[in-house]
Nanobody
């Protein structure tokens, strides 16, 4: 079983930066990532990375603006969000899986979800 707790959400102006953190507890996972859901839309994979290393995967909409990183000593995964846009406004969820499909950002591959952190970007 894996438990996930997000922090760091809030409001930011367009063009600004925000960092989300997610504390992970439990075991039997090899992939951590972030999804988001805007009002009236489905959940979208944002970024994911194997805990053992390797290049991360990003949605095209956030590539070159967002960065996912892991601190295995603190059991924490981060999402650094730079040059944010109003369309980045959403509830952001930390996710975990024990999967070989980490980089495909398919929500069906992630059984563990946090409660979510709200991010609001004003124009």
């Amino acid at each position: 079983q894996v438990q996930l707790e997000e922090s760091g959400g809030g409001s930011v102006e367009a063009g600004g930066s925000l960092r989300l953190s997610c504390r992970v507890s439990g075991y039997n996972y090899n992939c951590l990532g972030w999804f988001r859901q805007a009002p009236g839309k489905g959940r979208e994979g944002v970024a994911a990375k194997y805990t053992g290393g390797g290049a991360p995967s990003y949605a095209d909409s956030v590539k070159d603006r967002f960065t996912i990183s892991l601190d295995n000593t603190k059991n924490t995964v981060y999402l650094q969000m730079n040059r944010v846009k109003p369309e980045d406004s959403a509830m952001y969820y930390c996710v975990a899986a024990n999967s070989v499909f980490c980089g495909e950002l398919d929500r069906s591959d992630f059984p563990y979800w946090g409660q979510g952190a709200q991010v609001t970007v004003s124009s």
